[in-house]
């Protein structure tokens, strides 16, 4: 998740919570206002029933108009009964209707004087009243029927208007965490551009003392020191590379001139053949070492040209032939290869030439019958090649590592070598978009397969 969405899901989730409070408080707190609003009617209400019994001498059968309907205080679903102090029932506002009563009720008000019940339905308000010398049990009862219609329609109100809350506010904070956040998004883009070929590039540094600009200032700096770091170091490996060639090309001159005096004893010619090899192998590295100076993954697809596969073997066999008369190659197309395959990559010769020399060395160093197979099997979507050897394997455990620097197997002892081939032929299929893996698919048989994806 990007960091606007989880800084605009942050706020939207706090103001959900805080707003979700608030809601709930002010939903709580109307509720208990109402509840005691409500109480108040009813107290008020039995105050005038009491008024009214004060001054009458006697109750009809018609139940009396206590108020005038259109009042605040009408109560719904009002019902008046008044007991004597026999609590026997004197009079009742229930018409046409057996009345009936709690005379538990009636006996708990001997003990309170006065009871207020909001548990049942409708609610209940009772005491015990002495008015003009007697007793008198009043009992009433209501539904708040006014003030749940309003808690109703404010509860209503209040998840209506927390749903459009948070949906608006999550809206905005994603389009102003947007807004905020899209310097931020244009130095990721600067950045992302930067590569071993562009490090002189700065970013875009506005006026504004931001954390965002102070971030740019400092990786301008940055980028400085690493150019300059990795300008020194590219020009050391150039510079080294080229300097190592030329003495190098001069002693494998003079091992090819002095092999081919024949006064040599045997011994000292097996030496000297060796060394020739060692030097032919010092040779290669420094090459490789100086083409790669070249490229980088980034520059490279820009100079990619069609190159032969078949023209890329024969020529990489050619050159470790030189080193390895003894090296034969058996070059085969596979049955499985499409009748239109054309058997070309795009990339750069130069360097896919290094990476069969590596493999071609490889087999003529470890194969028994210094002997090498290469398989081209090529389909619509990809050409691979397998260099087939027979000869010591790598063990499981070692495989994982095989193509890091500095990696030598355990059927490389007493071998010479430098441990670089097979980590600067992954290097270089890696700038090709190519794979390259090992297995072992018999005892004795080491298989490197290359994959060019088309």
Known sequence: MSLKRKIALTISIAFSLLFGIVMAVIYISFNDFRREEFKERFKQRLEFTSHFISKSKDFGEEAPVFFNENSDNILLNETILIFNERKELIYSTIKDRNVTWDNALLKELDEKKAIYSEETVPEIYAALKTINGEKYYILTSAFDSNGKSKLAYLKYLLITAYVMSVLLIGFFSYYFMGRFLRPLENLNKEISEVTAHKLTTQIPVQESEDEINILAKSFNTMIVRLNDVFQSQKDFTASASHEIRTPITRMAFQLENLIKLEQHPPETLS??????????????????????????????????????????IFEAFEAVEKSYPNLKMDFLISEDTS?????????????????????????????????????????????????????????????S??????????????ISGSGLGLRIVKRILEYHGAEITYSSPEQHINKFTVFFKK
């Open 271 to 312: 030496s000297l053949k060796q060394i020739q090899r060692d030097v032919y192998q010092l040779s290669d590295l420094t090459n490789s070492l100086l083409l790669l100076t070249k490229f980088d993954k980034e520059n490279i697809q820009s100079i990619y040209e069609e190159v032969r596969i078949d023209e890329v």
């Open 339 to 399: 009748e239109n395959a054309l058997l070309i990559i795009k990339g750069i010769q130069s360097l896919l030439d290094i990476v069969f020399i590596n493999l071609f060395k490889n087999a003529a160093v470890y194969s028994d019958n210094i002997e090498v197979d290469v398989l081209i099997t090529e389909t619509n979507s990809e050409l691979k090649v397998d260099v087939i050897s027979q000869g010591n394997t790598i063990p499981e455990e070692e495989r």
């Open 401 to 414: 590592k095989l193509f890091e620097a500095f990696m030598r197997g355990n059927n490389s002892q007493n």
